[in-house]
Every structure is written in C-alpha cells, then in structure tokens.
C-alpha cells in the first residue's frame, strides 16, 4: 500500500512480538535506499553477530545461504522496491526450516511477481480510527476535547485516512 499507512509500524511490532522465537533475527529498514553488499552485510551481522566483509553480491548469496541455511530466522525486508533486492536478500530456499521473510513494499505486484501469495493488504483509517489516533496523539485521550471537535475533524479529513498524516 501507499506510504504512510503503517506498513513499517505494524513490521516493527511483529518482529517486537515474535524475533525472540527464531535462532537469528535482522529488520532491514529501508532497503529501497541501501547498497545490496551492505544490506547483505548487515543481514549477516545481525543474525550471525559477526562482522564480514563481502566484496560483491554474488559472493554476498553465497554466504548468506551456507551460514544461514540450517537457522531458524525472521527477515523484516522494509520497503522493498525492486525484484532484485529479493533476489539478492532473501531467495527461496536459503533459510531453515520454521524460517520467516516479511515484506514491505507499496508495490504488490512486485510480491506476486516473485511467486508470494500470503499478503497483507494494509487500508487506510476509517474517520473514526483516525479521530481516537488524532486524539491520543494531539490530546492524550481517545477524543478530543468538545471545544477541539471541528478542528479535529477538518484534520481527520486533510490526512485522508492516513496514520502517519495524523501522527506527525
């Protein structure tokens, strides 16, 4: 879905929720804007704690699958924008078994295109649910104040339903 409609939030809460089940667990923010060797650096220290150094991509995969092909691991790949970077991160079949890959993207096609077939379609608020996160977040509470009503519907109506809109 678009941007700024929790996708990286409800991600971040997931991982919260379960990283502590898996042998190894890395949230790649933004992979959108990374380097492939340093995304795959990365993916290897957080999941192996050790610091390695990879030259290219290809040598990359190489041991992303030998070190990590026996762990039981959860991958959060955010914002994902292009067929390579799955290619290049996280291909079928390079993590143990119990293994878990969540994706972000606004791009749904992009899933499909590489053979995912559970997704999460994530909507934008209804008026309601945009009023008590607008409140909570400008007021405190769960509604605002009966002086703040109006102003807090015109917000609601500017941000169009979306969550960050309405956090920010």
């Known amino acids: 879905g678009m941007g700024g409609l929790g996708k990286t939030t409800i991600a971040k809460a997931i991982w919260n929720a379960i990283a502590h089940e898996f042998e190894g667990s890395c949230f790649l923010p933004n992979v959108s804007e990374g380097s492939l060797v340093q995304l795959q650096e990365t993916l290897l220290d957080k999941i192996l704690g050790k ?95 009966n002086d703040y009503l109006e102003l807090a519907k015109r917000a609601i109506a500017y941000a169009q339903g979306l969550p960050l809109a309405l956090k920010v």
Do not use: M
């Not at 292009?82 to 290049?88: F, R």
């Open 51 to 145: 610091n390695l150094k990879i030259q290219s991509v290809d040598e990359g995969i190489g041991v992303i699958k030998k070190r990590l092909r026996h762990k039981k691991i959860l991958l959060i790949l955010d914002d994902v924008n292009q067929l390579e970077q799955l290619d290049n991160l996280a291909g079928v079949g390079w993590f143990g078994e119990g293994s878990r890959v969540i994706i972000t993207t606004q791009d749904s096609g992009l899933l499909k295109c590489y053979g995912i077939e559970l997704i999460y379609e994530v909507h934008k608020l209804y008026d309601n649910q945009a009023l008590e996160l607008f409140s909570l977040n400008a007021f405190g509470r769960n509604e605002p104040p």
